[in-house]
Nanobody, 120 residues
Framework: QVQLVESGGGLVQAGGSLTLSCAASGSIYRIGRMGWYRQAPGKQRELVAVVTDGGDTNYANSVKGRSTISRDNAKNTVYLQMNSLKPEDTAVYFC??????????????WGQGTQVTVSS
């Protein structure tokens, strides 16, 4: 069984910084794309940033220039560093990953989410 466990959320003042972590565990053969999504109250879940297994990254316009996604393949972990946080960044942040449990079996997995609250 594969699990994604996020950590690092919390309450931060506007202008502050936060780093989220997401560690994958279980019977993992290979991890492909890893990413972060967020969902604010009353809104749809949206992409924040993704990183491929080759290291290519893509960011939502709303966080571009303020956030950095990275991964440590040896630790099966993806990070999201967020700077210059704004109240509109307040949301539950979810980790997402494409994970192979063996050579021909890939599934998409979600973490349980971690709350980020930015106070003005």
């Amino acid at each position: 069984q594969v699990q994604l466990v996020e950590s690092g959320g919390g309450l931060v003042q506007a202008g502050g910084s936060l780093t989220l972590s997401c560690a994958a565990s279980g019977s993992i053969y290979r991890i492909g794309r890893m990413g972060w999504y967020r969902q604010a109250p009353g809104k749809q879940r949206e992409l924040v940033a993704v990183v491929t297994d080759g290291g290519d990254t893509n960011y939502a316009n709303s966080v571009k220039g303020r956030s950095t996604i990275s991964r440590d393949n040896a630790k099966n972990t993806v990070y999201l560093q967020m700077n210059s946080l704004k109240p509109e960044d307040t949301a539950v942040y979810f980790c997402n990953a494409d994970i192979w449990t063996w050579m021909y079996n890939m599934n998409n997995y979600w973490g349980q989410g971690t709350q980020v609250t930015v106070s003005s």
